[in-house]
């Protein structure tokens, strides 16, 4: 029987598409959430990957992976695309013999993979992909969109003029859906899928509890480097989940490392002079979040000592520090804290205010304006 690897970060799941894309002898399908109508447990532009051995990653919560790799098989027989959808908007044991009652229909895009042309992953900057589902244009035609240089690929031009707006749109939230477009008198759905870069976590300090907060955060797709200072513990073999692992000194930070206005920055140093010195340096840097391990008295000791120097902070540079840094969650465990932390990240990356779901009004995941809408 072949192996189900559906709860694992998204980086696994793209690492695990590019060395399929990669091999010119790879077979297998690539599904991806095209829409949703309803509610449902992933939105557009998941992906699960189902090779003849294995498969990775996961379009729903385990209500429909069976199906999807069933189909797979099909996909590959053909040799071309197919749409299927699933309506799960009625709790009815007969249907799929589930019961699972998403409240929800999903569409979802099965490739070959073999056949797969348009992009599926940024090189540094932001993309959108594109696959004409159904309508006027040839089906299954691709392309994509670069917001400096336009459209390019096989979609017919009366699509791109007709879709440029709303894919603009959805590229700057860095949202996937699948759109109507109308122009020349002809109407096409197109999927576009914002594909965007992982956000960029920079954790300085190399003790124990940084490994919980670097192994928590990659489970939730960011790009993570571990900074240490006087070279020691900064060492990869200690951090086997970051992607970098460096060493320098407070004062050289801006050399070391590139932190440009979609990192993020916690300071777990544990060292008052190296997180002041670390302090100024990041101030000066595009962060957006700098995160301060520690008591809120610490922070206060730490603004009087700048004081003495003649240093003080703008109401914009205090809006960029949390101090303590995560969210109430009453844990003081190592892995309580790091879910503290990485709790924080998500909520601030995602510009939300943490709240109990059952508080929110309206859907779980925000709606972007553009197509029909």
């Known amino acids: 029987m072949s192996q189900q690897n559906w709860s694992v970060p998204e980086q696994d799941v793209r690492e695990r598409i590019r060395g399929l894309l990669a091999d010119e002898d790879g077979n297998g399908v690539l599904a991806t959430v095209v829409g949703v109508r309803g509610s449902a447990y992933r939105r557009p532009g998941a992906r699960m990957v189902i090779t003849q051995d294995d498969s990775f990653g996961n379009v729903t919560a385990g209500c429909l992976e069976d199906e999807v790799r069933q189909l797979a098989a099909d996909v590959v027989a053909a040799g071309e695309p197919r749409v299927e959808t699933y309506d799960l908007m009625e709790d009815d044991d007969d249907i799929w013999g589930l019961g699972v009652g998403c409240n929800g229909v999903i569409d979802i895009l099965l490739e070959p993979l073999t056949g797969v042309e348009r992009p599926l992953f940024p090189d540094g900057d932001r993309l959108a992909s594109l696959v004409l589902l ?11 969109y670069d917001p400096e240089s336009g459209f390019a690929g096989d979609l017919p031009s009366w699509v791109e003029r007709g879709a440029e707006a709303d894919v603009r749109t959805l590229l700057e939230a860095g949202k996937s859906r699948t759109i109507s477009v ?15 870069p992982s ?98 008295k610490r922070f206060e000791e730490m603004q009087e000592a700048f004081a003495d120097e003649g240093r003080t902070f703008s109401q914009a540079e ?56």
């Open 182 to 196: 109308t122009a020349d008198g002809k109407e096409a759905d197109l999927f576009v899928e914002a594909l965007v």
């Open 318 to 373: 205090l809006d960029r520090i949390q101090t303590p840094v995560g969210l109430d969650l009453g844990s003081g465990t190592p892995y309580g804290i790091a879910h503290s932390i990485v709790a924080e990240l998500l909520a601030v990356h995602n510009d939300r205010e943490p709240a109990h779901l059952e508080e929110r009004e309206g859907p779980i995941h925000p709606r972007v304006v553009a197509g029909n809408d």
């Open 134 to 144: 159904d309508g006027d244009g040839p089906r299954f035609a691709t392309g994509q």
């Open 199 to 296: 956000p960029k976590l920079v954790v300085l300090g190399t003790g124990p509890d940084v490994g919980p907060v670097v192994e928590l955060a990659k489970n939730v797709d960011f790009e993570v480097t571990v900074i240490g200072f006087r070279g020691g513990n900064a060492r990869a073999e200690r951090f086997p989940r970051a992607d970098n692992v460096l060493s320098t000194s407070p004062a050289q930070l801006a050399d070391a490392h590139d932190f440009d206005d979609s990192t993020y920055v916690v300071t777990m140093t544990h060292n008052f002079v190296d997180d002041r010195l670390s302090l100024d340096a990041l101030l000066d840097t595009d962060v957006p979040y700098i995160g301060l391990l520690g008591p809120r």
